[in-house]
């Protein structure tokens, strides 16, 4: 018999029937593909609770066999097996289905009442929560917390743990709502992914700036290399990208003192991981390589939206003008990229974290500098060379895109509980590990090797409140509270979109600057030349343009 799937659209009444039918009275399913594909595509046509609603009625027709209501209730224990987060973070739909249950069993249909299962459904709630604690790992390692002295393994191994766990926590309302409203609007799971994506890149370069002399920063730049060529040996490919973008990011890439102390060596490797991950081709290079991955593997997941994206403005949901039968090419297009992001969620990577280094990256990337701010650290590191016979042209002040704009207004309340939490863990790590000799407070030296983690903490004696030349856990927790909330909570795991314009990476057409993901460009209304904020100062005289006329 010829598969549904096969044919151009399909009501959705005919898809729950086809479903129905891909099962025996045993309960063996025959076409699993069309099964497994219209399940999870469906609340992108109609809710699940309607879906739910049109099993029942049906099971519950006159005309409805025994055989028949088998199947249906095959069909609702495949449904609840297979995307079990859907019924537990649905209690709408897990009562529908728990009705449904108790009918069958006053009606005396016993054994079809036991197929269907919703006790054994696990909770999913961490999976909307924003924030996750770290869980405690059995096999604990004393380690160093210096990033200095971290080794590139552990710092890709950590990384990715971290990144994966976030990623693992998107689900299908998720990437749909991103689809429909082409941003991040009311969808904070996926938010706080890109923001994390984000903050490691901008980490990265706060890393490099912090260090005051080039053989330092030429240091800190070949570190991050390695880290790189690890996470591409993890197949970690979305956090390499997060790596290669903050060390192509302008604020980096023209530092051209800094540039002159990495070896020829290290520069290849970077070059050949930049090529591996650039657009050209439509990302060719990377979707080759990736699609020989096996085992664990960690997308560029801003590629594969764009994909969904790309499906969705070309086709239409609906094959006809009524919105009754369902465009079935489309459908399937979207589910094999949808299905492909959901195996990768059922194959974590093979890390044995640590807890305390975990909490302490956590809040190091929770940055709060804007991308001219950081582009400030790097002129002061290295400032900028004045051209010959001309005098260099003063950065104007950057004003607030449309989308920047709607980012703060967009901004989701921060929960001071929560917060405190987190700050609390933080400090803890830093004590457990920073305090060498255990007296329950942070010396100048010890407070020094803490700075390595966060560049541009403030001086000692801005937490030192009582002045008596050692920092207490309250002082250090009371400092960062008070960050947080002079910094509008940006260090408090609630994130806004200050960058926020474009949904893959991009290059600056004057520095060739590497920008990620939801980034602000600034296009010329004349010329049409694209350039980063940082880069509208030197090219302040270069725009030449053609005029066109039309008669």
């Keep these: 018999m010829e598969s549904i799937l096969s044919k151009q659209s399909a009501t959705v009444d005919e898809l729950v029937e086809a479903c129905i039918q891909a099962f025996d009275g045993s309960g063996t399913l025959k076409d699993t593909s069309l099964v497994r594909m219209f399940l999870m595509m469906h609340p992108w046509y ?7 609603k049109k099993l029942v009625l049906q099971s519950q027709e006159e005309s409805c066999t025994a055989e028949r209501r088998t199947r249906i209730c095959h069909l609702v224990k495949y449904w609840i097996s297979e995307f079990p987060a859907e019924f537990n973070l649905s209690p709408e739909l897990a009562d529908q289905i728990k009705d449904f249950k108790d009918l069958l069993n006053t009606e005396g249909n016993e054994s079809q009442s036991q197929l269907i299962d919703l006790d054994s459904v696990p909770s999913y709630k961490w999976k909307r929560q924003v924030t996750q604690r770290v869980p405690s790992m059995s096999k604990k390692r004393k380690m160093s917390l210096l990033f200095d002295h971290l080794d590139s393994c552990e710092l890709a191994e950590h990384l990715t743990y971290l990144e994966y766990k976030s990623f693992c926590k998107i689900l299908f309302q998720d990437y749909h709502s991103f689809v429909m409203h082409g941003c991040t ?18 980490w990265i370069q706060l890393m490099v ?70 657009s050209c081709g439509n990302y060719s290079q990377y979707r080759k390589r ?57 194959t974590p990577p093979h890390v044995d974290a640590n807890t305390d280094l975990l909490n302490l990256l956590t809040v190091s990337l929770d940055q709060y500098h804007t991308e001219e701010e950081i582009y400030q650290m790097s002129l002061h590191r290295e400032p900028r060379k004045p051209a010959q016979n001309s005098s260099p042209a003063s950065a104007p002040d950057p004003k607030p895109t449309m989308i920047d704009e709607w980012a703060v207004s967009v901004k989701p309340n921060a929960d001071p509980t929560i917060i405190k939490k987190h700050i609390e863990k933080m400090v803890e790590s830093v004590f457990k590990n920073f305090d ?20 541009y903490l403030s001086k000692f004696g801005e937490l030192d409140k009582n002045q008596d030349g050692k920092i207490s856990r309250e002082e250090m927790i009371d400092y960062f509270m008070k960050a947080s909330s ?66």
């Excluded at 109609?46 to 739910?52: L, Q």
């Excluded at 009311?186 to 994390?196: A, D, K």
């Excluded at 800190?220 to 956090?239: D, E």
């Design 436 to 455: 060498s000799d255990g007296d329950g407070h942070i010396s100048r030296e010890e407070f020094e090797a803490i700075r390595n983690n966060f560049p």
């Design 209 to 278: 700036l912090s260090k005051p002399t080039a053989p330092q920063r030429a240091t800190v730049i070949s570190h991050f290399i390695r880290v790189a060529q690890k996470l591409l040996h993890l197949q970690n490919f979305n956090t390499l990208m997060a790596v290669v973008g903050g060390l192509s990011n302008s604020s980096i890439s023209r530092l051209k003192d800094t540039q002159a102390h990495i070896s020829a060596e290290t520069n290849k490797v970077f070059n050949n991981l930049i090529e591996l991950v650039t």
């Design 185 to 202: 609007v009311e969808n904070p799971i996926l938010e706080r992914f890109i923001t994390l994506f984000n903050s490691v890149s901008q």
């Design 46 to 52: 109609i809710p699940s609770t309607d879906m739910a």
């Design 290 to 346: 990736f699609s020989e991955c096996s085992g664990f593997r960690f997308p560029i997941l801003g590629v594969h939206l764009k994909d969904l994206i790309a499906v969705h403005v070309a086709l239409p949901d609906w094959a006809d003008k009524e919105k009754t039968r369902v465009n079935l090419a489309k459908a399937q297009q979207l589910y094999a990229i949808l299905q492909e992001l959901a195996l990768i969620q059922t």
């Design 486 to 551: 002079l910094l509008n909570c940006k260090m408090g795991f609630i994130h806004t979109f200050t960058e926020a314009t474009y949904v893959k990476p991009t290059f600056c057409e004057h520095c060739a600057g590497f920008r990620l993901w939801l980034c602000s460009r600034f296009p010329c209304c004349v010329c049409v030349f694209v350039r980063v904020y940082m880069c509208i100062d030197e090219c302040l005289h270069a725009c030449m343009w053609v005029r066109v006329s039309v008669s």
